[in-house]
Every structure is written in structure tokens, then in C-alpha cells.
């Protein structure tokens, strides 16, 4: 099976840059994806890594080391409406399944 | 462009009562379907996904079932609900495997329905 662990809170200013950790054990590996949601609110994409190295959308970049099970989240330039929580998710022998981490939750302070 | 509709949005059942919620996606064909459960603050569970019509996968054994009677539509169900089913379950859709191999990644999930046993 697979298993995801991240830090369950991470606190910021706003204007900072924040990253949020996440290491995973998988039986095959399909890809490291990123999600964020708002309270209440439903999972939304942000970026996804197959392959070694980072990823850029915006103030967003994701990095992945397969070597070391290991990617993490970058967000830069932080506003308060960053805060969320963000779950990391990998593609594993289920090949067609996503399992999640269990999330961090980001707050953003002024 | 696609979309993705779930419904109902939020619902309180007693113990015992049948459950039955709904998700439809638009603008695409032959998509995997997933229903997932969220515990107040906690991550996502996935319960069931589907690459077609009427091949549903259970990930966790329990008191819920799934159906998939058109290629773009997903039934979550429960003859009796229990009190832990209470939670926020979400529908999400992705391209299937045979698509760009990044497709399964991305996952458009529906708004939710939040469901209160009491």
C-alpha cells in the first residue's frame, strides 16, 4: 500500500515563502500531486510531479525527489488567502487511485 | 469544458435511514470516477472508484456501496446508515490511464455533500 506523511500545521506572515514537506512509501510510482482546500470547501488541484526536480505554476512550485521518497510544496510571495490546507498525494500500484496524505494546514498571518 | 455536479449538498439522516447521493461529470467521456470520505479535520479516504460502466473497486469494506449505471454518472448508497458514516464525501473524476499518463493525477472533485448521522 502506500503511505504519505506531512506536517499536520505550518504557520507564515504574509509575503513570506513557506514549504511544506512530504514523505512517502509506495509500491510503484506513478506521481506526487498537490492539493489545496479551503475550509468547507472541496480539494482543488495545484501541481503535480512524475519525474526528479521542480515544477513551477505561478508562486507555486512543487519539487520531487524519488530517490529520497521525498517532494515538497513551495508557495512564495504568501497571501492571506493561502490559507488552507494542503494535502500531498501519490499514484502508486493502484495504478488508477490516488492515496492522500493526511494534510497540512497553512495559516497565514498579516 | 468539463464539470462535475454532486448532489445533495448537505443532508442530516438518522440512524438506520438509506443514503444515497449522486455525481454526474460534463464534458467528458469515459472518465475514472472516485467517491472519497473526509473526517472533520482529517484527510481523504478514498471508498470507491470506477475506470467503467459497472466496475466499481472498494477500497474499505463497510456499510457503503457504489454504482456506476451510466459512463458519467456515480451513486454512493447505504441500505442503513451508522453513526460513523457521518463525514464530507466527495466525488472527483479523472482522465483514465490510458490517457496522458498524468491525467490519473488530477483529480476534479465535486463541491461535496456533508452528511450528519445522528
Known amino acids: 500500500g502506500q503511505s504519505l506523511e506531512q506536517p499536520s500545521e505550518v504557520t507564515a506572515v504574509e509575503g513570506a515563502i513557506v514549504q511544506i514537506n512530504c514523505t512517502y512509501q509506495?509500491?510503484?510510482?506513478?506521481?506526487l500531486s498537490w492539493y489545496q482546500q479551503h475550509d468547507g470547501g472541496a480539494p482543488t488541484f495545484l501541481s503535480y510531479n512524475a519525474l526528479d526536480g521542480l515544477e513551477e505554476t505561478g508562486r507555486f512550485s512543487s519539487f520531487l525527489s524519488r530517490s529520497d521518497s521525498y517532494g515538497y510544496l513551495l508557495l512564495q510571495e504568501l497571501q492571506m488567502k493561502d490559507s488552507a490546507s494542503y494535502f500531498c498525494a501519490v499514484r502508486g500500484s493502484g495504478y488508477s487511485t490516488l492515496t492522500f496524505g493526511k494534510g497540512t494546514m497553512l495559516l497565514v498571518s498579516p | 469544458s468539463q464539470t462535475i455536479h454532486q448532489w445533495p449538498a448537505t443532508l442530516v439522516q438518522p440512524v438506520g435511514s438509506p443514503l444515497s447521493l449522486e455525481c454526474t461529470v460534463e464534458?467528458?467521456?469515459?472518465?475514472?470516477l472516485y467517491w472519497y470520505r473526509q473526517a472533520a479535520g482529517r484527510g481523504l479516504q478514498l471508498l470507491f472508484y470506477?475506470?467503467?460502466?459497472?466496475?466499481i473497486s472498494s477500497e474499505v469494506p463497510q456499510n457503503l456501496s457504489a454504482s456506476r449505471p451510466q459512463d458519467r454518472q456515480f451513486i454512493l448508497s447505504s441500505k442503513k446508515l451508522l453513526l460513523s458514516d457521518s463525514g464530507f464525501y466527495l466525488c472527483?473524476?479523472?482522465?483514465?490511464?490510458?490517457?496522458?499518463?498524468?491525467?490519473?493525477?488530477?483529480?476534479?472533485f465535486g463541491a461535496g455533500s456533508r452528511l450528519t448521522v445522528l
Open positions: 470506477s475506470v467503467g460502466i459497472g466496475q
Open positions: 509506495t509500491s510503484g510510482f506513478y506521481g
Open positions: 464534458g467528458t467521456s469515459n472518465p475514472n
Open positions: 472527483a473524476w479523472s482522465t483514465s490511464y490510458g490517457s496522458p499518463a498524468a491525467g490519473a493525477n488530477v483529480l476534479t
